[in-house]
């Protein structure tokens, strides 16, 4: 028995050294003679473009191995290390340094280690695209490097998705060192855009708008959030490979990794005049970054999402009513004049016929005429507050794993997306009067305030009016008109021939300035203009009032009858047909 027990185990030892010096040995492709490359990629992720730059990146003809023949079986790798090859091209080496790389026919290559670092190697997915590379580290940090095939450059982005971080790694040689950090946000820019930034925190709500977002839709970012700043519209179009919809003026782009925005040279610059420039400042629509914060936040909870569930769709879902809208909804509420633009251009597409009359056709339409930017919202809103907050939650999260939108929307609503569509468009015929009312104010939300000379003066004609007769040929005295000057005069000097456009008044009253140096207050039922030379011509409840810079005064009352006072003593009567009469 004990014989036998030795025959076999003699018999075994004699199989394994066989078996060991039976197998081939598979040299490196690049040569049989070349040095096996081992690599180090650090214990954490890099956190700026500067070390990313210097990660050690492996290549296919580095690592690859030069069978003779795609049998399957065990062989020994150029450094010693185990080899086991399923077909041609695909095969797995362990590696002396305990590393182990892994290659598939499609040129998908990877290298792992034992501390839980590692490295992927995919194709590009177009023609001409380079391959896109991961960096794994055991926190879950990744490194990816995507070839960005319309720049034909390769950007780097640091992500954490579990911990809704994915930003890009900007490179300061290319964008400079940033202008800004405000909370997480990282802005890059030239000097074009320093008036903007200087106040950009006092015009940005961050806490409310964060604290909002998370709470109300469950979206946020933790991670780092690059703001690249772009002097050109040009240069932006060209950085992110498409038009910006809807034009070039103060548009953006919020990207998983960024956001971009245009136009620096578009910017207020400092003139040395302080009020003309606060004023520059406040006519910049600060709105558009509320916009694009909303795109990142979107798709960061989106890919967190995904990487949760391990659900990436081959195709992203299309639906830019909901994408849009939901930016614009949002800008709206913390920007007042974004409110009237979308109630002012929804009416506008409804007058046209332009808006869609089924959920499909509002997907087939995309971007045509902006309805997404306009329809959109309405939408929305109409989900939001008849249906709460959950149903948006439900459908961001269920197209964001693929889910087509009409039955994402159903889901959420319980209702048809053509009857949610009909329902919100009903909504807005109701609600439109009240915003388009007030569209004045809310155009004009945020503006500067124009100066008068005489505020006293000015703020009681706005409490009392005038009092005047209703016949003309009433008036006995200089005296019984009021005198125009001393209420209606402005305080132009710092914007005069130098900005054309409006302002808002004192107690609700508007103004306009013409780059002439004229210009007119007015309200809901009157105005007074004021022209070069100060002759002022005021009208309002079926009368007007002119008057000189001599001090001359007319009265034309509601009944269309004249007074004109040439000076103190000197006056003349006219009847409603302009014949001279004596009272």
Known sequence: MIRKIIVSIVFLLTTVIFSETERALVPLKRGPSSDVLYFDFGETAPTSYLTVERLQEPKLEDLKLGFLEPTPGYYNGPDGGEVYQWAKNHYQWKRADGSVYTEWANGTFKLDFPTGIGFISAPGACNGCLPTLVWNYPDLTKITKYWISHRKEYDYIHQKPLNFENYLLVSETEFGKPKLEFANYIFYGS????????????????????QYMKSEFQLENRGKIPVLLFDKYEDIKEYIGADIPGGSEEGGFGGRDSISLCCGEKMPQASGNPEFDADALRRVHFGVFYHEAVHNLEQIS??????????????????PWFEEGLANYIEAKFYERKRFHIYNDAEKLIRENKVPKTFKSLLDVKFKDLIPYSIGPILVKHIHETYGKEAIVSYQKETCLGMAP??????????????????????????????LRDGKKLQLAGYTIMNTKFPAEYSSFLEKGFSLPESALEVKSYTQLPSLQKIFFASVDSFSEKLEGDFLGPNGSYFYLWKKGNYRWYGESWEANVFPGNQILYRGSNFTLIEWEDGKKQYISPKGDSVIFFNLESKSYKDAEGKQVTP
């Open 302 to 319: 989106c890919l967190k999402i995904q990487s949760e569930t391990g659900k990436i769709p081959p195709v992203d879902i299309s639906d």
């Open 191 to 210: 000097e074009k855009w320093t008036e903007y930034l200087r106040v950009f925190g006092d015009n940005f709500k961050l806490k409310s708008f964060f």
């Open 406 to 435: 009409a039955l994402a929307l159903q889901n959420a609503t319980g209702v048809s997306p053509d009857q949610i569509l009909k329902d919100s468009l009903q909504r807005f015929e109701k609600e439109k009067d009240s915003v």
